[in-house]
């Protein structure tokens, strides 16, 4: 079993920037990739970021440029800095954690919300 903690949510101000935390305890040297995803009202989640054990890193063409993920391993922590932030990021992140079977545990989601 891996447990997840986001933090860092709230609201902010359109180009307005937002440091989103995630720890994983439990199983942890199981896991392979951390990320975060997001899911808007009305909307399927979708990927933000990725990054593996090894720190190759993927993102959602939505946020290439403005998102970095980064991760402390031993801190068993993934941090999402999250720069230039648009009214079309508000969402709930949820935090993701997959062993290398495949298998992958949730966190319980953080609010973001962008607006003036």
């Known amino acids: 079993q891996v447990q997840l903690v986001e933090s860092g949510g709230g609201l902010v101000q359109p180009g307005g920037s937002l440091r989103l935390s995630c720890v994983a305890s439990?199983?942890?040297?199981?896991?392979?990739?951390m990320g975060w995803y997001r899911q808007a009202p009305g909307k399927e989640r979708e990927p933000v970021a990725t990054i593996t054990s090894g720190g190759r890193t993927d993102y959602g063409d939505s946020v290439k440029g403005r998102f970095t993920i980064s991760r402390d391993n031993a801190k068993n922590t993934v941090y999402l800095q999250m720069n230039s932030l648009k009214p079309e990021d508000t969402a709930v992140y949820y935090c993701?954690?997959?062993?290398?079977?495949?298998?992958?545990?949730w966190g319980q989601g953080t609010q973001v919300t962008v607006s003036s």
């Open positions: 439990g199983s942890i040297f199981s896991i392979n990739v």
């Open positions: 993701l954690a997959r062993q290398r079977s495949g298998y992958a545990y």
